[in-house]
């Protein structure tokens, strides 16, 4: 059974060299399906902390996944 978490939103942005750009909104268990790069953020799946600018690593998203 997937876990109902696994729906939630998240934004995934790319550092480079002109700052930080958008990759896509998608849940959770999209972003985890991408290729693993270090560079990569995503907002916390929280809505109120990633209104706040709060960003995760993939580890704490994978974390967060699994404990919810």
Known sequence: MESERANCIVE????GAE????????????AL??????RLFYTH???AKAA???LVSRQE????????
């Open 12 to 15: 995934v942005s790319v550092d």
């Open 19 to 30: 700052g930080r750009r958008a990759v896509g909104i998608m849940n959770m268990r999209q």
């Open 33 to 38: 399906e991408l290729p693993e790069m270090p």
């Open 45 to 47: 799946p929280d809505p």
């Open 52 to 54: 706040a600018g709060v």
């Open 61 to 68: 998203l994978a974390g967060y996944m699994a404990r919810h």
